[in-house]
């Protein structure tokens, strides 16, 4: 029984090579999936008004474009709210399924942020953390839908779909600028709120130069994290997206499924990675200077 | 050269710096396993932070992708 099924896996690989790209190439056929078209910028669904031109402060009322991602992003939202709110509806004390799924899940990033940040400041630390990192994880989960590729509109005269109706929301470049930006304003405001003005004393350091040096390299690798932190996430989708899309067209049947696997680890591991890494510099924002920490804590 | 050549080599040059990225992933993992092997026990103080620095290394392979895919497809 289990050679049968090797078997047959085994003919479905050859099958999808001969079809796929290698095998068109090879006999001249046109492949049985198309070439990915690859887009950077998101493709625009709905446009009302009109701006040409984004970058025009003038024309900031004249129009809206809604992008496929801005759509993904809504749906997957509206989701992640619909299966909390279903799940806390009548909570139990000995939870049902659902509310015991979601409390596994709010119980492990409560402990791993309770972890990192120690016990004082792991409830404040919770709700932004927790939500960058659902909301990163099933955004790039949702776009393994096989909805995802499928659903679009054909402009006249193309045999391939030219605009996708949903598409992974990390893709757009604004989300992961957006999560960086609030990563960076969520350690920055933290150290103002504990250390007052004197968290600036981080940045403009000592009488030797070295120590400004320092300073400046401190203050410049505070800023690079905004950088960092967009590229990271985006880097990582685009490419996922990409490798999906020419695993499928390359190696049309079965295989494809091990690339998805390592999708769904990858978005979970950027999610973990986005939080993880606010966490810690939050952490070490917050954390005391030598000596008269107390009293800034007490008041603040 | 044309111009397409060009762009094509630069995509090329661009993507050859994950090479960095991937050998210092190969020498953060082998950092954790020998302490591991050492001290299995410490597995919870050493498996997060080889994460967060697994991270900080494929970010940088990252910016190289990203480049050789901006060249690629908006260039």
Same mark, same amino acid.
């Given at each position: 029984? *289990? ?8 003919? /479905?690989v050859?099958t999808?090579l ?10 001249d056929?046109d ?5 990915p ?13 009109n701006r ?5 402060f %003038? ?8 992008t ?9 939202t509206?989701?992640?709210v619909?299966?909390f709110g279903v ?5 139990k004390?000995?939870? @049902?399924?659902l509310?015991?799924? $979601? ?5 492990a990033? !409560?402990?791993?942020?309770k972890?990192?940040? @120690? ?10 953390? *927790?939500?960058? +990192?659902?909301f990163v ?6 776009a393994?839908?096989?909805v995802y ?6 402009? &006249?005269?193309? &045999?391939?779909?030219?605009?996708h109706?949903l598409?992974?929301?990390?893709? &757009? ?8 930006i ?5 350690a920055?405001?933290? %150290?103002?709120?504990?250390?007052r003005?004197? !968290?600036?004393?981080?940045f ?5 130069p070295i120590?400004?040096f320092?300073?400046v ?8 994290r905004?950088?960092?932190?967009? =590229?990271?996430?985006f880097?990582? /989708?685009v490419?996922?997206?990409?490798v999906?899309?020419l695993?499928? +067209?390359?190696?049309? =049947?079965?295989v494809?499924?091990a ?8 978005? @979970?591991?950027?999610? $973990?990675?986005? /939080? ?11 954390a005391?200077?030598? %000596?008269h ?8 | 050269m ?13 993507g050859?710096?994950?090479?960095g990225?991937g ?17 299995p026990?410490?597995?919870?103080a050493i ?28 260039a």
């Amino acid at each position: 029984m *289990a050679k049968l099924i090797l078997g047959i896996a085994l003919v /479905m690989v050859l099958t999808g090579l001969g079809v796929g790209a290698i095998g068109a190439a090879l006999l001249d056929n046109d492949p049985f999936v198309a070439l990915p078209a690859v887009h950077i910028a998101p493709q625009a669904v709905v446009e009302f008004g009109n701006r040409s031109n984004v970058w025009d402060f %003038g024309q900031l009322f004249s129009g809206f474009t809604i992008t496929n991602t801005l759509i993904s992003a809504w749906l997957t939202t509206g989701l992640v709210v619909l299966l909390f709110g279903v799940g806390t509806r009548s909570m139990k004390l000995v939870p @049902g399924r659902l509310q015991g799924l $979601l409390e596994m899940l709010i119980e492990a990033l !409560y402990n791993f942020i309770k972890g990192v940040s @120690g016990e004082r400041y792991a409830r404040a630390f919770f709700p932004i953390l *927790a939500t960058m +990192f659902i909301f990163v994880a099933f955004n790039a989960w949702m776009a393994l839908l096989p909805v995802y590729p499928t659903v679009g509109f054909k402009a &006249d005269g193309h &045999d391939e779909l030219t605009t996708h109706l949903l598409r992974s929301a990390a893709t &757009d470049i604004n989300l992961p600028i957006a999560l960086a930006i609030i990563a960076f304003l969520f350690a920055e405001i933290w %150290g103002f709120k504990v250390h007052r003005i004197s !968290y600036l004393k981080e940045f403009f350091r000592g009488p030797n130069p070295i120590q400004t040096f320092v300073g400046v390299l401190e203050l410049v690798s505070h800023f690079i994290r905004l950088i960092s932190f967009t =590229f990271r996430l985006f880097g990582n /989708m685009v490419a996922g997206e990409i490798v999906l899309g020419l695993m499928t +067209f390359l190696l049309v =049947f079965l295989v494809p499924i091990a690339f998805y696997g390592l999708e769904i680890l990858v978005g @979970g591991v950027q999610g $973990l990675i986005l /939080m993880g890494l606010t966490l810690v510099f939050t952490v070490m924002a917050v954390a005391p200077h030598e %000596g008269h920490e107390e009293e800034h804590l007490a008041a603040g | 050269m044309e111009a397409e050549a060009g762009k094509f080599l630069a995509v090329g040059l661009a993507g050859l710096g994950m090479f960095g990225s991937g050998i210092g992933l190969g020498i953060l993992g082998s950092g954790a396993m020998n302490a591991l092997g050492r001290n299995p026990e410490a597995k919870d103080a050493i498996v997060p932070n080889m994460v967060l620095a697994l991270a900080f290394t494929e970010a940088i392979g990252i910016y190289g992708l990203v480049t050789a895919i901006l060249l690629l497809f908006v260039a």
